[in-house]
DNA sequence: TTTACAGTGAACCATATGGTTCACTATCAA
DNA sequence: TTGATAGTGAACCATATGGTTCACTGTAAA
C-alpha cells in the first residue's frame, strides 16, 4: 500500500479547509450545482470549481455535468481509512495514558507503603 | 464555537503530513528528541524542530527541555473533535447512501409490479 | 439569432508550507 | 577551559494554496 499515505495527504489536506468542510456538509443536505456552492459560501464561481475539484481528487464528491450546469454529490469514499487512522491513534494516545495512570497509581502505592514503613 | 472550525484546519492541516503522522506514531510508542526523530525522518534538526512545532501547536504532541535536550511526547488531545467530525459524516454520507438504496429497492419494486401488471 | 447564463482555463497575486543553510546560544564532558 | 552536542532563529528557496480577473466555450431561452 504506497497509496495509502498519499491517500491520507490528500485526504486530510481537503479537509483542513472550513469551506471544504462547509461543501460536504451542504451535500449532505443535498446535491447543488457550483454557482450553488459559489454563492453560499461568497465565493467566485472558478474559486468554487478549485474547491470542488480537490474534492473530487480526494474522493469525497462525485460531479456529472448535463447541461450547462455541474451537479456535485456526496462521492463514494465515506473517509473509513481516516476514520481507522484517528481510531488507531486514540487507541495508542490512550494505551500511553492509561501506562501513565498506571505508573501514577504504582507511585502512589508505593508512597503509601513508605509512610506505613515509616509509621512502624 | 468560534474556535472549533479553526481547531479542525490546523489539526487536520498537522495531519496531512506524512512526516508529521510518523512522528505521532513514533511517540506512540516512546518519546524522543528532536535529535532522534530528525535522524529517524533524515530531516536537519531545523526542519524537525518546524514540524514539532506544527503538532505542538494542534496540540497533538508537548515537549519539554530539559539540558540542552527537548523531549517530545503525545500531547493531551487525543482527536475526538476530529473523530466525531469524521463520524458524523459518516452517517451524513449513510443516511445519503441508504435513501439511494431505498429509491432503488422502490423503482425495483414498482418494475415488478409494472411486469406483473402486463402479464394480466 | 441574439442574448444571457454556467462553467472552464489561463494567468496572476499574496501568503503559506516544507525544507535548507548559517550563525548563534546553552549545556555537557574532558 | 575547551570542545563537542542539542537546539534555536533568521534568512532564504521552491513550490503549493486559496483566491481573484479575464477571455472563452457551450447551452438555454427570448
Redesign the interface.
Known sequence: MVHY??R???T??A????TR?GV??QL?GSDASITDLAQRFHMTLTGMKKHVSILEQAGLVTTEKVGRVRTCK?GLR???E??T???Q??Q?????FDALDELVEHLKRKEKADAQRKRR
Chains 1, 2 share one sequence.
Open positions: 499515505q498519499a491520507l495527504d490528500t486530510f489536506a479537509l483542513s479547509d472550513v468542510r460536504l456538509e449532505g456526496l465515506r473517509l473509513e481516516e476514520a487512522w484517528i481510531e491513534h486514540r495508542l494516545w490512550s494505551a500511553r
